[in-house]
């Protein structure tokens, strides 16, 4: 029967070829719109991940209850040996050593004189590692508009805002006023080696790069390191997974009695950075949700609506004697079959054109300009394996349902009425 039916839908291209049509449109915009909305509530979490939080992040006890304050007393120490220990136990996971500071950038003039100063915040990363996956993480090379990229110690990259207020440019040499870890005041000199811009208004404001060797340095911290950031292979947030991992290292490594033990907490327990996971999470839901069942009203009723304008033909093959129950049946099945064939399409060209959003992006950059949030400039989709499924509920289940109401009126049909509608 399925086969008389894939042939009979075959040769009327009257009765599959619009159905499917409509079907693999719905599905497609409903899979592009899932892999979309999760793409784009997740780049913001990616971009805070990237720049301040890691996936998962590794700090003492009490550097983790006051680290909006970035107090490099409560520094890791011995970092080297802890980011071994991490990267033999968590192998999946790329391990990066960071420092955040604050300071005072003092620009001299040509008689060593202050010709001006400005209040920067400052990240040590690991630079000048060849192995490093710091400059591509922070998208920094992209980010450069002046000079080039740090290749010596003692070379950083401020942000070029910030280096036009101040009236630095590529190659000249600023003083960082600071405090080390020990807290005592620290000065010490670096040369510019570019700047960069993020085009965001709170990054660009005062920020200062350097390599987390010339950071220690100048700090006074050797072999100390204030956070360690943690970032799944994959390149996405897993919430599961962070928390799993974090628990797993707490209980091996952490003491809960001694401050300066190591803590991992995972980004949805940092800050309020919770509260933005889970709303991203429902958000997410919700919007898939309301268009899913505004794709399956539109496919329902495009599938009630083939269901009637078929009583022409339900009637004549009444007449000739076939049974009102095949009749039904045969046009569930027709819609199962086009269901599934629009469904596969859809869905098909659903992840195509997802993963062409996933790989170049959008970008909305010119939108971006003065904000003072951390938000992406390029928005990407990003396909889910519930990406590879979503689309037949409204493909199939929502087809078969508006067949499967308008097939109704066919057990309501009277058979001595049969031939003055067929003559009407």
Do not use: C
């Amino acid at each position: 029967m399925i086969k008389f039916l894939i042939k009979g839908l075959w040769r009327d291209k009257s009765r599959s070829r619009l159905p499917i049509i409509v079907v693999t449109i719905g599905v497609m915009l409903t899979v592009l719109m899932h892999a979309y909305i999760t793409g784009f509530m997740g780049d913001t979490i990616e971009m805070n991940a990237r720049f301040t939080h890691g996936h998962v992040k590794v700090m003492t006890r009490a550097y983790a209850e006051n680290m909006d304050q970035m107090p490099l007393d409560l520094a890791l120490m011995n970092a080297e040996e802890l980011l071994a220990t991490l990267r033999d136990g968590y192998p999946d996971t790329d391990w990066s050593a960071r420092i955040k500071f604050g300071g005072l950038i003092d620009v001299p003039d040509s008689m060593g004189e202050t010709r001006s100063q400005g209040p920067a915040m400052g990240f040590g990363i690991d630079l000048l590692s060849a192995e490093s996956a710091e400059t591509r993480r922070l998208n920094l090379e992209k980010a450069l508009r002046q000079g080039k990229m740090p290749s010596l110690p003692g070379e950083i990259l401020l942000s070029d805002a910030f280096a036009i207020k101040l009236k630095v440019n590529p190659g000249d040499k600023v003083t960082l006023i600071g405090s080390s870890m020990n807290g005592s005041m620290t000065m010490t000199n670096f040369v510019v080696a570019g700047t960069i811009s993020f085009g965001i208004e709170i990054m660009d404001r005062g920020t200062i790069i350097a390599d987390i060797k010339d950071v220690r340095m100048a700090l006074d911290m050797p072999d100390a390191a204030g956070e360690i950031l943690g970032f799944l292979d994959n390149g996405f947030y897993d919430n599961d997974l962070a928390i799993s991992m974090a628990d797993n290292f707490n209980e091996k490594l952490s003491a809960n009695n001694d401050e300066f033990s190591p803590v991992m907490k995972s980004l949805s327990r940092q800050g309020n950075m919770g509260q933005y996971v889970a709303m991203s999470e429902i958000w997410s839901m919700y919007v898939s949700l309301i268009f899913i069942f505004a794709m399956s009203l539109v496919l329902w009723n495009a599938g009630l609506l083939g269901g009637l304008r078929r009583y022409g033909e339900v009637g004549i093959r009444l007449a000739m004697g076939e049974e009102k129950g095949h009749v039904y049946r045969s046009m569930i099945w027709e819609s199962v079959i086009i269901g599934l064939a629009g469904s596969v399409i859809g869905t098909a060209l659903g992840i195509f054109f997802a993963w062409l959003i996933q790989t170049y992006g959008i970008n909305i950059s010119g939108m971006m300009k003065g904000a003072s949030v951390m938000f992406p400039d390029t928005i990407r989709a990003r396909i889910t394996p519930p990406d590879f499924y979503i689309g037949f509920i409204p493909g199939l289940i929502s087809t078969v349902l508006g067949t499967m109401l308008s097939g109704i009126g066919i057990y309501r049909r009277q058979t001595a009425r049969l031939f003055k509608e067929l003559e009407a």
